[in-house]
């Protein structure tokens, strides 16, 4: 697949990027300006690097400086909540905005992850309706995460979190919405042995097993990976993490978090161009340049 070369920038092109601190890391800018080229559009998506005190000058500059809208990166996503003009059912229910769109001056924000996790989860081959889910991790990924899931009808979705009080606060702000399908419980390796074989989806949201403790993985070692389980880590660097590793070796399913991030922009796309997102493309600009990330950092 040839990813196809940015346009030159001129006046006339229409500019979106993302706001985060630190931002340097972002893949969205490589993913959003393969979408742009691909689709002809002369749009471009540069990264912003916003300290956490410019947030409310940063989203003023939006109109001043004529940007259709910007992607909310870490740790924006609840602040920026504050100097919206309106936000999303999604983005009020998840409290955390991580798209903004501008038309002229009046911001909105949406909140893309949860539509993303689930675009991404079918796309692996899992429908979410009647499943039964153990969701690992209780911040906001698994916010978005819990949140999607109980939307489309999973049947039960237990939080596990290291922090107990975490898990039941987002058990909590579910329950008036989706109630007796979301449970909180302490993530420890009996429950998770408890768990094995009870549930048909496992959803790592932890950053276990992250660059660089790759040798790191939620699921206990003295516990066997149970059959008939799909196993989707929200990790992405590296693309198999040990517990995928682990979830493939026994024969499982196994989806990584590369489809979350590029499926959120997908969706973020369509709300400032109003065209349907090239996915394909997007997720290989995405490899792309992971694999540069790695043969640079080995
Ligand atoms: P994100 O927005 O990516 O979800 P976050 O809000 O900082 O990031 O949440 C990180 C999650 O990973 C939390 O559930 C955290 O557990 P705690 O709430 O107990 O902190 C979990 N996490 C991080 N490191 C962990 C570890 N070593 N073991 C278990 N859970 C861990």
């Known amino acids: ?38 689709l002809g559009l002369d749009w471009a998506y540069v990264p912003l690097a916003v300290h956490p005190e410019q947030v409310s000058v940063a989203l003023n500059g939006l109109q001043a400086l004529n940007f259709v809208g910007v992607n909310v990166t870490l740790p924006h996503k609840q602040e ?22 501008n038309k002229n001056g009046d911001l909105t924000g949406y909140n893309t ?42 049947k039960s979705v237990v939080v596990l979190n290291r922090t107990i009080q975490r898990a039941a606060f987002l058990v909590d702000d579910l329950n008036d919405s989706f109630p007796s399908t979301v449970m909180s419980q302490a993530l420890t390796d009996e429950a998770l042995a408890e768990l094995a074989g009870q549930v048909d989806l496992i959803v790592n949201t932890t950053s276990v097993g992250m660059y660089p403790d790759v040798q790191e993985c939620p699921w206990p070692d003295d516990v066997p990976i149970p059959n008939n389980t799909v196993f989707y880590d929200l990790v992405y660097n590296p693309l198999e993490t040990r517990l995928l590793a682990r979830a493939r070796e026994a024969g499982q399913i196994t989806i990584n978090g590369l489809g979350m991030l590029v499926h959120q922009g997908a969706i973020a796309l369509k709300i400032w161009t109003g065209y349907e997102a090239p996915v394909t493309m997007m997720r290989a600009a995405a490899l792309a340049k992971l694999q540069f990330k790695t043969l640079a950092t080995d």
């Not at 920026?80 to 769109?101: K, L, P």
């Not at 949860?114 to 991404?120: I, K």
Request: proline share 4%; net charge neutral.
């Open 1 to 38: 697949m040839v990813i196809k070369e940015i346009r030159p920038i001129v006046g006339k092109t229409a500019l979106v990027g993302v706001i985060g601190w630190p931002i340097e890391h972002s893949l969205s800018p490589v993913i959003h300006n393969a979408a742009f080229a691909e």
């Open 113 to 154: 992850d949860a539509s993303g996790f689930l675009n991404s989860l079918i796309e692996g081959g899992c429908q979410p309706e009647g499943l039964r889910v153990a969701v690992l991790g209780a911040g906001g990924a698994a916010r978005a995460v819990v949140f999607a899931l109980a939307r489309a009808g999973a």
């Open 80 to 101: 920026v909540m504050r100097y919206i003009d309106q936000v999303s059912d999604a983005a009020h229910f998840m409290g955390a905005v991580n798209t903004i769109h």
